[in-house]
């Protein structure tokens, strides 16, 4: 049977020509996205910012938002969030924290709860309900953050030991370049930002790594290989011939999470956006156009010919 | 690389079979699992997204106990102060520390000498710590410092977490629900999860309440009008009603204990048909009862709950017998939990909700369909693929990862491992990594084969060189899962753990499942060339 080619054999395309273009553009958008990070903000869920969250689904026809929502403002709980969750019968009700520790939380869900009751009195089912109180909120927060912080600095320790420190550094640049973009991208399309939003972080940091090890795995077989190779022809060399692996891994993640993104449901919909934008666009971006030309800004291969292009 | 004894084959193919077995009880219904022996019985447990339920996260108020701490240590101070004849002129608690100052210096060693006997050593498992239970200073000017160390109340913390834990499945149990899950976390906080329950209002109630039960005798000298303005005896205070908020003055002694009762249960006054709680006390609480009532025969007593009054009923007669009735204006609700709570027994501390997360039943559902249907879609989607690109090499990698999906839903089994909806998401995710491995293997052959290998060759040179890569690469995916593992609770770490279990089975598979379907299928066929 004629078999499915996606990427051909033998490929000699130059990728190192790019990064000239590749360096400055990644800079401005990193500067961009951490820009839209303190300006614009994370959409930050009840997991980090403590309130509670109620999912409410009306069973005797769409659910009446505005009256819902001057009933709740009547009571007194700040600020708060009426929002549309799928089809016109769900509700997504999200409170901030209350002051006065974790017994106001419990008292705010209770005044709603009876608020929500005597609109709707039995027509309501209340799908979900969370309340995160403060102390909570607080170590969820640092424990993600400590979380993303222990994953960088162990994977780079792996990777000193299984490669040499250059490569280490350059797959630790382009990956958490990465992370920076998946955040900014976060926050432009206000995704919110909870527990499995940093599970989706560390899982796109993890899998692009991946990617990144395939083509410096090679990288390191070709430089023992050719050793007068010019850096700029090997790296495109190895980039080449995995390039073919590289696209076809890419199209099964793809099609995997495209699944979970189109039939998953909105439970885990803001994980599977982030993972896509973040394995799909940017982790494979990155490994072609930073992962690899960074080393030779780093330093390996010095001594080598300077090739066609002198940088 | 292809070179498969018998031993290797047979030790692989029966690894994969037995785990794949364990995956089995997940498909019978619980009843009839329930009838196969204990080994076979491990199976998934849903997690609380798929199940519906309610997980409460509860914190021992830590702050209570060290107080509680303190005043025990001034009574113990007092009653051997007083025991050993040696008078102070103050003694009080002051911060984290109880001070005495004693009314002659010269009784300050024999002070110190008494006051150390309270001290008392802390044992860990194997003996005694060297750590002792108070810390004990001379101020100088005849004042003794006495302090509980941190160790002695981080101890107290611990025994107070295990009594609460046992307090509260006695509540839960109450409830008829089915197994809750009630387990400490970290030093002073315990998980309480109750699968199918909606409405966790209930539970709430009934963890919320401390339920320390006394019974005192009302304070007759004063009215509570009068002490509201002028100040209450020393030895008695002001408490309000449970239902009106009305002050009554009570003494501060607990004539009897509600610790002491052995019994309650909800009933109906016989006169006015009214929800009442019907009470007994064991023996020495019934000797207590018999003797206050006995003397205090006309006048009323007051019944405390939680600091707060619930009746003051009049002793009419001597109560020989050990038991009698609480009535406060209770519904039959009430009167219930209250029952509940007095057998349960008393909190040592009371308990904070710090975090709640309740999935109804609907959503519950919801998740699981959607669950399946992703998977379902995503596999079907991926093993086309595979099979467009790589042919008869595709539908071996496929056969490895079908096998490698089973596998992990037989670790889940084995391990009793929850599976949240994020886990679903997880499997599928690995699905989707777990054939890279195969691509890269499939890769590297086509390269030998271009460079010019024999068919036997360039396979096998094709599985070495990428078996390395295989490792290395899954290493760092399955780094970020143990971090997440570490970090994350809830369905968050349901994902970590199918992740890391993912990974595990899948570079299992590429290196000796997708190796052992190829190495026969050359030995069978014993290819002109490679078809991929």
């Known amino acids: ?311 | 690389m292809l070179h498969f004894t018998r031993l290797k084959t047979a030790a692989t193919l029966l690894t994969a079979f037995f785990i794949c077995l364990f995956a089995v009880p997940n498909f019978f219904p619980e009843k009839m699992v329930e009838s196969w022996p204990k080994w076979a019985q491990r199976h998934i447990v849903l997690g609380l997204d798929l199940q519906g339920g309610s997980h409460l996260l509860l914190e021992v108020d830590s702050a209570a106990v060290r107080k509680e701490k303190l005043l025990a240590l001034l009574d113990d101070v007092r009653r051997v102060l007083r025991d050993a004849r040696i008078g102070y002129t103050g003694l009080a608690v002051r911060g984290n520390s109880v001070e005495v100052r004693l009314r002659e210096g010269s009784d300050l060693q024999a002070a110190l000498t008494k006051l150390r006997e309270l001290s008392q050593p802390l044992g860990g498992i194997l003996g005694t710590t060297g750590q002792r239970s108070l810390e004990i200073i001379e101020l100088g000017g005849g004042v003794i410092r006495l302090a509980p160390t941190e160790p002695a109340l981080l101890e107290r913390i611990r025994q107070a977490v295990e009594q609460s834990i046992q307090i509260i499945e006695r509540r839960v149990n109450e409830l008829g629900t089915v197994e809750p899950l009630i387990q400490r976390q970290g030093v002073d906080r315990i998980l309480v999860q109750v699968p199918g329950l909606q409405d966790p209002t209930r539970l709430k109630e009934l963890l919320g309440k401390t339920a320390k039960l006394d019974f005192r005798l009302v304070d007759m000298s004063v009215t509570p009008q009068q002490a509201q303005q002028s100040g209450v005896p020393a030895d008695s205070e002001i408490l309000l009603g449970t239902k009106q908020r009305e002050p009554y003055v009570i003494k501060k002694a607990v004539a009897v204990s509600g610790g002491d009762l052995t019994d309650a249960q909800p009933g109906f006054d016989q006169r006015t048909s009214e929800p009442i709680v019907n009470f007994r006390f064991n023996s020495s609480g019934a000797r207590r009862f018999a003797q206050i009532t006995q003397e205090n025969v006309g006048r009323p007593f007051a019944i405390v709950l939680d600091n707060q009054v619930i009746s003051t009923p009049v002793i009419r007669e001597p109560i020989l017998g050990g038991s009698g009735q609480i009535s406060g204006g209770f519904s039959v609700q009430e009167a219930n939990d209250l029952a509940i709570l007095l057998r349960a027994g008393a909190l040592p501390a009371p308990l904070t909700i710090i975090e709640e997360r309740t999935v109804g039943p609907g959503l519950g559902q919801d998740s699981i369909e959607k669950g399946k249907l992703a998977s379902y879609v995503g596999s079907v989607l991926v093993i086309v693929f595979m099979f467009a690109t790589y042919g008869l090499f595709g539908l071996f990698a496929n056969i490895a990862v079908a096998i490698n999906v089973a596998m992990i839903f037989g670790v889940l089994s084995l391990l009793n491992a929850t599976l949240t909806l994020p886990g679903i998401a997880g499997i599928v995710l690995t699905v989707g990594i777990a054939v890279d491995s195969n691509v890269l293997i499939y890769e590297r052959i086509r390269e030998e084969v271009r460079a010019g290998r024999t068919p036997i060759n360039a396979i096998d040179a094709g599985f070495a060189r990428a078996l390395a890569t295989i490792l290395d690469s899954n290493i760092t995916t399955f780094i970020a899962a143990a971090v997440l593992f570490y970090i994350g609770t809830g369905p968050v770490r349901g994902f970590a753990v199918t992740l890391g279990i993912g990974i595990i089975t899948t570079v299992f598979t590429a290196f000796t499942l997708t190796r052992l379907i190829v190495a026969y299928w050359v030995r069978w066929q014993r290819p002109q060339r490679v078809p991929i």
């Open chain 1, 1 to 311: 049977m004629r078999l499915l080619r996606i990427v051909p054999d033998d490929t000699k395309f130059d990728f190192m020509r790019f990064r000239r273009v590749s360096f400055p553009i990644s800079a401005v958008l990193s500067i961009l996205a951490i820009a839209l990070y303190f300006l614009h903000g994370l959409n930050f869920g009840i997991d980090f910012k403590g309130g509670t969250l109620i999912e409410i689904r009306t069973k005797a026809g769409p659910a009446d938002l505005s009256r819902m929502r001057s009933s709740l403002g009547e009571l007194g709980l700040g600020e708060f969030q009426l929002q549309q969750f799928g089809s016109p019968q769900d509700v997504l009700i999200r409170i901030s924290q209350q002051p006065g520790g974790e017994e106001a939380q419990q008292a705010a869900v209770a005044k709603v709860r009876q608020a929500l009751n005597q609109i709707y009195s039995n027509d309501i089912e209340y799908r979900r309900v969370e309340v995160v109180g403060p102390r909570v909120s607080g170590e969820l927060l640092s424990y993600g953050i400590i979380g993303l912080m222990l994953a960088i600095a162990s994977i780079f320790i792996y990777l000193w030991f299984r490669f040499e420190w250059q490569f280490a550094l350059g797959a630790m640049i382009a990956n958490v370049h990465d992370l920076v973009l998946t955040i900014g991208f976060m926050s432009l399309a206000q995704i919110d930002f909870d527990l499995t939003s940093i599970a989706a972080l560390l899982t796109i940091l993890g899998y692009s790594l991946n990617d990144t090890v395939v083509i410096y795995d090679r990288i390191r077989e070709m430089l023992r290989r050719y050793k007068r190779m010019p850096m700029p022809d090997l790296l495109n060399a190895s980039i080449n011939s995995t390039l073919s692996r590289s696209v076809i891994t890419h199209v099964t993640v793809t099609l995997a999470l495209l699944a979970l993104l189109l039939f998953g449901g909105q439970a885990i919909h803001s994980f599977t956006a982030t993972m896509m934008f973040g394995v799909v666009l940017v982790g494979t971006y990155t490994s072609i156009f930073i992962a690899a030309p960074i080393l030779i800004y780093l330093g390996v291969g010095l001594g080598r010919e300077l090739g066609r292009d002198e940088t």
